[in-house]
């Protein structure tokens, strides 16, 4: 069982950046992939972005990719999202999500463990 909380998001301007985290409880965290993903208002959960349980792989969807950067640390059980070049087509919620799993999963029905999401908002 893991239970995963985010925080971190906000109301910025274009160009700014973001730091989104992603803490989690559960033993076996450390052997789970975990992947962020987000939502805009009427359109579907997409992928943003996956990393491995070792923090060796990372996977990126093509619209985030060379402005976002995942990370995690599995002595803090944390995975950070870092956004930079903010867009106005950034704004989503943004969700983080876990598997116990050696893969780097990008489809949304892989992940098991869900948070709650936290609102990012970039104003043009």
């Known amino acids: 069982q893991v239970q995963l909380v985010e925080s971190g998001g906000g109301l910025v301007q274009a160009g700014d950046s973001l730091r989104l985290s992603c803490a989690a409880s559960g033993r076996t965290f450390s052997s789970s992939a975990v992947g962020w993903f987000r939502q805009a208002p009427g359109k579907d959960r997409e992928f943003v972005a996956s990393?491995?349980?070792?923090?060796?792989?990372?996977r990126y969807a093509d619209s985030v990719k060379g402005r976002f950067t995942i990370s995690r640390d599995n002595a803090k059980n944390t995975v950070d999202l870092q956004m930079n070049s903010l867009k106005p087509d950034d704004t989503a919620v943004y969700y983080c999500a876990a598997k116990e799993t050696i893969l780097v999963p990008t489809a949304r029905y892989d992940y098991r463990y869900w948070g709650q999401g936290t609102q990012v908002t970039v104003s043009s």
């Open positions: 990393i491995n349980w070792a923090g060796t792989e990372r």
